[in-house]
């Protein structure tokens, strides 16, 4: 998987997605920052879910970043997205490499390296560590440490995303610990002072 140092940002997707939606993320891809994007919605229906991804699919495209859907192997399947991100509960590596073929499969890890080494082994395209920080979009169940990082990244050459509550004021300290993405979403989307494409511009 090629990494561009300039397209750092793995962005996620809020939990809401209305019509206003699609302009703002037209906006904020066309920064240049963003590799991939992941659609992740837990409530919706199959039928809502694959009409909101088509249509992500498309400006995703447009903008040369990876669309990839989050737990759900069929929907990515379904929509031929770029690929899926898989949490410790959700299919197994090998099965949905069975489904999806050659697509990007990444894997949470959380704070573990044990798990990191697993995620590997069974050729996983990234591995997602965290949460690094503070969230509002997610409970925090698993802390992880810049030590942390720098452990697994001395063990593997397998790009590794960071995640949890990152935002202008700690984005620096990961990258310049080797993070390769990073995966923000409450940041731009749920930014009380900015705006999307602001809160995008910051990062740098």
Aim: net charge positive; charged share 30%; aromatic share 8%.
């Amino acid at each position: 998987m090629r990494i561009n140092k300039k397209k750092f940002i793995y962005l996620i997707s809020p939990t809401i997605i209305n019509k206003s939606f699609y302009q703002k993320l037209t906006e904020v891809l066309q920064q240049k920052k963003v590799s991939f994007f992941q659609l992740r919605l837990k409530k919706e229906p199959l039928k809502k879910k694959l009409i909101i991804g088509r249509k992500i699919k498309k400006i995703c495209k447009k903008f040369n970043v990876k669309f990839l859907i989050n737990d759900d192997v069929f929907i990515a399947k379904k929509l031929n997205a770029d690929g899926c991100h898989l949490g410790q509960k959700d299919m197994n590596i090998t099965k949905a490499r069975k489904l999806i073929g050659n697509k990007i499969i990444g894997v949470t890890c959380h704070n573990s390296v044990k798990l990191s080494k697993i995620a590997v082994k069974n050729k996983a395209d990234y591995i997602a560590l965290g949460a690094f920080n503070n969230s509002k979009t997610k409970k925090i169940k698993h802390r992880a440490s810049v030590n942390l990082l720098r452990k697994v990244k001395k063990i593997t050459k397998t790009p590794v995303v960071a995640i949890g509550g990152i935002n202008s004021s700690n984005y620096k300290n990961l990258l310049l610990n080797k993070a390769n993405f990073l995966a923000i979403s409450g940041y731009i989307w749920n930014n009380d002072k900015f705006k999307p494409i602001e809160a995008i511009k910051i990062l740098k």
